[in-house]
């Protein structure tokens, strides 16, 4: 009992464990171990019995069914994952793993297992390999938030890593004294296992303390259109064919391995036992370089050197074996580009995307992952099946490939280097003055992050400490501790920040000055930093500032509390979190008018522990305070959106029109994807001038996530103009900031050419009724006369917002900063500036597009239209009949009001027919209720 707890106690401290995180790692370490453990049981034995039946030379087609396969799978298995429930998913693909292992392992020892069945289990297992570690992944991404992640994935992976050691060992063990079945059946076991722990992984520690909310934020679909980013990318594309490349040459490899093995060894299980012991040796050879190797050649020789490390030695291997075509040298070609691949390649390869926008590099990883693993598994099928089996060539032409695909991969790996250098050169001198410059004679970009770190300026700064945070690369530790003096706020908190997830701690009396700092953020990430490097803190240190003369710092040291125990209610527990919000509350409520100011910090900081914690007992207390229109108000809005949590949710609703509207935005954004269809059901079918209602597009435009795309793209059909526009500013705001979502470009252009019409129509109209009010040949009633500027006063108003539109929706197809500087240049009052943004536009659209708008925007902003300007624009001269019936038919009730008010003044009896077609087809209720009064007079002119 002492021997675990001392265990339990050590890896505690060695993984920075905290109390109420351990069960949560534990369980999900052995989780992966059995996953893994199971994959290096069957994998080995699948390959022995595979080998030993059909020879190395059916490998090339079954390398190819695998990838066919794990293409259809991998995106049906994403499709699910947007439907149903994560845990269903896993509990069903784990049973129907049990059932598949059990079947198999039945017809294996009744001599079934031959033929087809051979090659169903033999793309089975493969597979497996892609869903376990998928499923697993995205659920521990729902276990864990960010911080906790990032301390806990390390011990957690270690499960994995162990798990590849152990099976691969236990099966060369077993395969020596039984029969491949009961392989199976073991991994059978290992499995079943994983059942109960993955319903007990979910019961006790997402179902109990996650809203729905905070679950599907957690699980990351894949995005719909990563090739097009990848396409549009030249470093993201030289990253994909040196992906795709390397599974090519590792195919080859596995190939030449398989084949002097199988060759060498005859009896299967024999051959289980020999690949179970080397597949664990090479795990174990991998770990070993991963501890003690890698940090040191890719901190010594940075990222250029470290990508030829892999290919270099598998091409000297490759040559060898030409030479000394033996097992020996089989097994270095096949521990080459197993032990490096997961170690100093993937290190380098995790650096070399470090230019890449984390959200594009999110969307894009899992499809070079996935897919272009499956493409290159089935393009080294088919290099195979026409090597070998068409054209029946000896062992030394794989040799030959292999070299041959390695120089490819050596190319694109120096051409990459240079587009990583360059890359981030660019964002550097984009995100501040030309006064930091990196070097183009040398990619060193160690010593250009540096330099910039030293004399950059504040943008740079900020971009490259960012940069620094996803690597988590420790060399830079000096340069960025230097920065806990600088002048910026900013800089000392991205730092702090940076130096928390940094394993060295030797700045903890510098960063203990700065829980004093003058900035509250930097004090909130200065106490965040002590509580997770400083045990002495957490014990004693975080009491004494909990109950500092200083409100700032009482406040900021309540709210790291809360931030670092999120997710964690034991840790809260142990901690007297309720109590100290509780003391704190009592406190800002003591304060007289004189102490107004340190009260509202206190109550402040009480609402953004609230909400950090997701304390259940002090929702009613966020509640009220969100009642009233003041600036704690507001901080109570904010707060309640860290919760994520549905009790908030009708007041929120509430809060987005008024003095609290931005901050009700984004907290209503905060909850994710999940939150789109309830604010769909809020929005009627047809707006009645609500500005509540008018404000929830902006909520879907804040939501970074395609259903929100979706949903704005919907409300474009909307009944309300001012629906219309804001959906249309939404996905505006959702172009910019979220450049990898889809925008269905088809419909895109289609609103373009539906808008023209509308443009088209309406300039026609105002034509029309322009020439009416100014015409000297009759007299006009004062009341029509007054019904049509009218009609005509809302139609100016129309085609402003109406050209604004058709900018907009250029914006979804086209950069959008171009477009804006275009637009902007359109609407000067300059007559250089107007015809060089139009010129400008001539050269950005399609051939298709520019027949059709560069003739409005020409037309746009004339001091009077005539009937040339309708004649330039191919347009006749309607009649009153025309005009009103297309009007009346359009989307803008505005429009349609003023023409029914005009109609009325008219009182023609032979627009009746219009004015039914009008009524029965609107969704407004002040268009239905005109367009029911004015067939009332018109019937009342025709008696």
Same mark, same amino acid.
């Given at each position: 009992?002492?021997?675990?707890?001392?265990?339990?106690?050590?890896?505690?401290?060695?993984?920075?464990?905290?109390?109420?995180?351990?069960?949560?790692?534990?369980?999900?370490?052995?989780?992966?171990?059995?996953?893994?453990?199971?994959?290096?049981?069957?994998?080995?034995?699948?390959?022995?019995?595979?080998?030993?039946?059909?020879?190395?030379?059916?490998?090339?087609?079954?390398?190819?069914?695998?990838?066919?396969?794990?293409?259809?799978?991998?995106?049906?298995?994403?499709?699910?994952?947007?439907?149903?429930?994560?845990?269903?998913?896993?509990?069903?693909?784990?049973?129907?793993?049990?059932?598949?292992?059990?079947?198999?392992?039945?017809?294996?020892?009744?001599?079934?297992?031959?033929?087809?069945?051979?090659?169903?289990?033999?793309?089975?297992?493969?597979?497996?390999?892609?869903?376990?570690?998928?499923?697993?992944?995205?659920?521990?991404?729902?276990?864990?938030?960010?911080?906790?992640?990032?301390?806990?994935?390390?011990?957690?992976?270690?499960?994995?890593?162990?798990?590849?050691?152990?099976?691969?060992?236990?099966?060369?063990?077993?395969?020596?004294?039984?029969?491949?079945?009961? %392989? +199976?059946? !073991?991994? &059978?076991?290992? @499995?079943?296992?994983?059942?109960? $722990?993955?319903?007990? /992984?979910?019961?006790?520690?997402?179902?109990?303390s996650l809203t729905t909310f905070q679950k599907e934020r957690r699980v990351r679909l894949h995005s719909k259109r990563p090739w097009e980013l990848i396409r549009q990318s030249r470093h993201l594309t030289y990253l994909a064919v040196i992906v795709g490349t390397s599974v090519i040459v590792a195919k080859l490899v596995d190939y030449q391995f398989s084949d002097f093995s199988s060759?060498?060894?005859?009896?299967?299980?024999?051959?289980?036992?020999?690949?179970?012991?080397?597949?664990?040796?090479?795990?174990?050879?991998?770990?070993?370089?991963?501890?003690?190797?890698?940090?040191?050649?890719?901190?010594?020789?940075?990222?250029?050197?470290?990508?030829?490390?892999?290919?270099? %030695? +598998?091409? !000297?291997? &490759?040559?060898? @074996?030409?030479?000394?075509?033996? $097992?020996?040298?089989? /097994?270095?070609?096949?521990?080459?580009?197993?032990?490096?691949?997961?170690?100093?390649?993937?290190?380098?390869?995790?650096?070399?995307?470090?230019?890449?926008?984390?959200?594009?590099?999110?969307?894009?990883?899992?499809?070079?992952?996935?897919?272009?693993?499956?493409?290159?598994?089935?393009?080294?099928?088919?290099?195979?099946?026409?090597?070998?089996?068409?054209?029946?060539?000896?062992?030394?032409?794989?040799?030959?490939?292999?070299?041959?695909?390695?120089?490819?991969?050596?190319?694109?790996?120096?051409?990459?280097?240079?587009?990583?250098?360059?890359?981030?050169?660019?964002?550097?001198?984009?995100?501040?003055?030309?006064?930091?410059?990196?070097?183009?004679?040398?990619?060193?970009? !160690?010593?250009?992050?540096?330099?910039?770190?030293?004399?950059?300026?504040?943008?740079?700064?900020?971009?490259?400490?960012?940069?620094?945070?996803?690597?988590?690369?420790?060399?830079?530790?000096?340069?960025?501790?230097?920065?806990?003096?600088?002048?910026?706020?900013?800089?000392?908190?991205?730092?702090?920040?940076?130096?928390?997830?940094?394993?060295?701690?030797?700045?903890?009396?510098?960063?203990?000055?700065?829980?004093?700092?003058?900035?509250?953020?930097?004090?909130?990430?200065?106490?965040?930093?002590?509580?997770?490097?400083?045990?002495?803190?957490?014990?004693?240190?975080?009491?004494?500032?909990?109950?500092?003369?200083?409100?700032?710092?009482?406040?900021?040291?309540?709210?790291?509390?809360?931030?670092?125990?999120?997710?964690?209610?034991?840790?809260?527990?142990?901690?007297?979190?309720?109590?100290?919000?509780?003391?704190?509350?009592?406190?800002?409520?003591?304060?007289?008018?004189?102490?107004?100011?340190?009260?509202?910090?206190?109550?402040?900081?009480?609402?953004?522990?609230?909400?950090?914690?997701?304390?259940?007992?002090?929702?009613?207390?966020?509640?009220?305070?969100?009642?009233?229109?003041?600036?704690?108000?507001?901080?109570?809005?904010?707060?309640?959106?860290?919760?994520?949590?549905?009790?908030?949710?009708?007041?929120?609703?509430?809060?987005?029109?008024?003095?609290?509207?931005?901050?009700?935005?984004?907290?209503?954004?905060?909850?994710?994807?999940?939150?789109?269809?309830?604010?769909?059901?809020?929005?009627?079918?047809?707006?009645?001038?609500?500005?509540?209602?008018?404000?929830?597009?902006?909520?879907?435009?804040?939501?970074?996530?395609?259903?929100?795309?979706?949903?704005?793209?919907?409300?474009?059909?909307?009944?309300?103009?001012?629906?219309?526009?804001?959906?249309?500013?939404?996905?505006?705001?959702?172009?910019?900031?979220?450049?990898?979502?889809?925008?269905?470009?088809?419909?895109?252009?289609?609103?373009i050419y539906e808008e023209a019409r509308v443009f088209y129509d309406t300039i026609s109209a105002m034509y029309l009724h322009a020439s009416m009010t100014e015409s000297d040949s009759k007299e006009i009633p004062e009341p029509e006369k007054e019904a049509r500027e009218s009609l005509i006063r809302v139609l100016e108003k129309r085609l402003d917002q109406n050209l604004e539109r058709?900018?907009?929706?250029?914006?979804?197809?086209?950069?959008?900063?171009?477009?804006?500087?275009?637009?902007?240049?359109?609407?000067?009052?300059?007559?250089?500036?107007?015809?060089?943004?139009?010129?400008?536009?001539?050269?950005?659209?399609?051939?298709?597009?520019?027949?059709?708008?560069?003739?409005?925007?020409?037309?746009?902003?004339?001091?009077?239209?005539?009937?040339?300007?309708?004649?330039?624009?191919?347009?006749?001269?309607?009649?009153?009949?025309?005009?009103?019936?297309?009007?009346?038919?359009?989307?803008?009730?505005?429009?349609?009001?003023?023409?029914?008010?005009?109609?009325?003044?008219?009182?023609?009896?032979?627009?009746?027919?219009?004015?039914?077609?009008?009524?029965?087809?609107?969704?407004?209720?002040?268009?239905?209720?005109?367009?029911?009064?004015?067939?009332?007079?018109?019937?009342?002119?025709?008696?």
């Amino acid at each position: 009992m002492y021997i675990v707890q001392g265990i339990r106690n050590t890896l505690l401290r060695l993984f920075e464990i905290r109390p109420g995180e351990f069960e949560r790692a534990f369980l999900m370490q052995i989780y992966i171990f059995l996953l893994i453990c199971t994959l290096l049981v069957v994998k080995p034995t699948v390959n022995a019995l595979f080998l030993s039946k059909f020879g190395v030379e059916d490998l090339p087609k079954a390398y190819l069914l695998v990838a066919i396969f794990a293409a259809v799978i991998t995106m049906w298995y994403s499709r699910l994952l947007g439907r149903y429930a994560l845990i269903q998913i896993i509990q069903y693909t784990i049973w129907a793993s049990v059932a598949c292992l059990i079947v198999f392992g039945i017809l294996l020892r009744l001599n079934f297992l031959e033929g087809w069945v051979l090659y169903i289990f033999f793309v089975w297992v493969a597979i497996y390999g892609v869903l376990s570690a998928s499923q697993f992944w995205i659920l521990a991404n729902v276990v864990f938030n960010a911080r906790e992640a990032k301390r806990l994935f390390g011990f957690i992976g270690a499960g994995a890593i162990a798990g590849g050691i152990a099976g691969g060992y236990l099966t060369s063990i077993i395969a020596q004294f039984m029969s491949s079945e009961f %392989l +199976l059946f !073991l991994g &059978a076991f290992f @499995l079943f296992l994983c059942i109960s $722990l993955t319903k007990r /992984i979910w019961n006790n520690h997402v179902e109990i303390s996650l809203t729905t909310f905070q679950k599907e934020r957690r699980v990351r679909l894949h995005s719909k259109r990563p090739w097009e980013l990848i396409r549009q990318s030249r470093h993201l594309t030289y990253l994909a064919v040196i992906v795709g490349t390397s599974v090519i040459v590792a195919k080859l490899v596995d190939y030449q391995f398989s084949d002097f093995s199988s060759s060498r060894i005859s009896d299967p299980n024999e051959l289980t036992a020999f690949f179970g012991f080397w597949f664990s040796t090479f795990n174990l050879i991998s770990l070993f370089i991963q501890l003690f190797i890698t940090r040191r050649v890719v901190g010594n020789y940075g990222v250029g050197s470290s990508l030829f490390i892999l290919p270099t %030695l +598998l091409m !000297l291997s &490759a040559m060898a @074996l030409i030479f000394f075509p033996v $097992l020996a040298i089989a /097994i270095l070609l096949k521990m080459g580009d197993a032990s490096l691949k997961q170690s100093i390649n993937k290190a380098a390869l995790e650096l070399l995307v470090l230019p890449i926008p984390m959200e594009i590099k999110n969307r894009t990883k899992t499809f070079i992952d996935v897919f272009v693993d499956s493409l290159a598994t089935g393009v080294s099928g088919l290099i195979l099946i026409f090597v070998v089996t068409a054209l029946k060539l000896p062992s030394i032409a794989i040799n030959l490939l292999i070299i041959l695909f390695v120089g490819l991969w050596i190319y694109f790996a120096s051409r990459v280097r240079r587009e990583y250098f360059r890359s981030f050169k660019a964002r550097i001198e984009i995100d501040g003055a030309a006064e930091t410059e990196l070097a183009d004679k040398h990619p060193s970009i !160690l010593k250009g992050l540096k330099s910039v770190l030293e004399h950059g300026s504040e943008k740079q700064q900020l971009y490259v400490l960012r940069k620094i945070k996803e690597a988590n690369d420790e060399r830079l530790v000096d340069e960025v501790a230097s920065l806990l003096n600088h002048q910026s706020s900013d800089i000392r908190a991205e730092a702090i920040q940076i130096l928390y997830f940094f394993k060295d701690s030797s700045h903890l009396e510098k960063i203990r000055s700065l829980t004093r700092d003058p900035s509250q953020r930097v004090k909130i990430e200065a106490f965040e930093y002590l509580f997770a490097k400083d045990p002495a803190f957490r014990i004693d240190g975080l009491e004494s500032f909990l109950n500092d003369p200083d409100p700032r710092v009482r406040g900021a040291a309540l709210v790291s509390l809360a931030k670092e125990t999120t997710d964690n209610p034991q840790l809260q527990q142990d901690l007297n979190l309720e109590k100290y919000v509780q003391d704190l509350w009592q406190e800002s409520m003591s304060f007289t008018d004189q102490g107004q100011i340190d009260s509202n910090l206190l109550k402040t900081a009480v609402f953004k522990t609230v909400g950090y914690a997701r304390m259940q007992s002090r929702y009613p207390l966020l509640l009220e305070a969100m009642s009233d229109e003041s600036d704690l108000a507001r901080e109570a809005v904010l707060a309640a959106g860290y919760t994520r949590d549905d009790y908030f949710l009708a007041a929120l609703m509430e809060k987005v029109d008024g003095s609290s509207s931005d901050e009700a935005i984004k907290a209503l954004a905060s909850y994710g994807k999940g939150i789109v269809p309830i604010i769909m059901e809020e929005i009627p079918i047809s707006a009645i001038g609500d500005p509540s209602v008018y404000k929830l597009p902006a909520v879907l435009g804040a939501i970074g996530a395609q259903p929100a795309v979706d949903a704005l793209f919907s409300l474009m059909d909307h009944s309300d103009a001012i629906i219309r526009m804001e959906a249309l500013r939404g996905l505006n705001h959702l172009r910019r900031s979220h450049p990898f979502l889809s925008f269905n470009e088809k419909a895109v252009v289609k609103r373009i050419y539906e808008e023209a019409r509308v443009f088209y129509d309406t300039i026609s109209a105002m034509y029309l009724h322009a020439s009416m009010t100014e015409s000297d040949s009759k007299e006009i009633p004062e009341p029509e006369k007054e019904a049509r500027e009218s009609l005509i006063r809302v139609l100016e108003k129309r085609l402003d917002q109406n050209l604004e539109r058709i900018f907009r929706l250029l914006g979804l197809k086209y950069p959008p900063d171009d477009v804006h500087v275009i637009y902007k240049g359109i609407r000067s009052t300059t007559e250089e500036m107007r015809s060089s943004s139009i010129e400008y536009l001539d050269n950005l659209l399609e051939p298709s597009l520019k027949k059709i708008l560069i003739p409005i925007v020409e037309n746009a902003y004339l001091d009077s239209i005539s009937s040339e300007a309708l004649e330039n624009l191919s347009l006749p001269i309607p009649d009153d009949y025309t005009s009103f019936a297309t009007l009346l038919l359009g989307k803008d009730f505005q429009v349609k009001l003023a023409v029914l008010d005009l109609i009325q003044q008219l009182g023609d009896p032979n627009y009746i027919p219009i004015v039914e077609e009008c009524g029965a087809a609107t969704r407004n209720t002040k268009v239905y209720q005109s367009a029911l009064k004015t067939i009332q007079i018109l019937n009342s002119r025709k008696d």
